[in-house]
């Protein structure tokens, strides 16, 4: 009975192509002078918002401290 049951049940992961040899190629080939984190595939479309967003906040902080040593505590 077990073993009939265990043959019926599939496992989402089990039989799923091993892409880890792939993913080794791509990211230890240092040959080509890119950064670990920029080899991805979709690297660009996470990075880039993060950019953006840690160089807005820096500036926003910035800001606001030379603001706040002149004696001003509002953003305008």
């Known amino acids: 009975m077990r ?3 265990a043959r019926k049940i599939q ?3 089990l ?3 091993n892409n880890v040899p ?3 190629r791509v990211h230890q ?4 002078g890119v950064r670990q984190w920029n080899k991805g595939p979709r690297a ?3 990075l880039y918002p993060y950019y953006a967003l840690l160089i807005t906040s820096s500036s926003a902080s ?8 002149l004696g001003k505590k509002t953003w305008y």
């Open 3 to 5: 073993a009939t049951l």
């Open 44 to 46: 660009k479309y996470m």
């Open 11 to 13: 496992f989402p992961g």
């Open 22 to 24: 792939h993913w080794q």
């Open 15 to 17: 039989y799923r192509a």
């Open 62 to 69: 910035m800001y606001m401290m030379v603001r706040m040593v």
């Open 29 to 32: 080939n240092h040959a080509d």
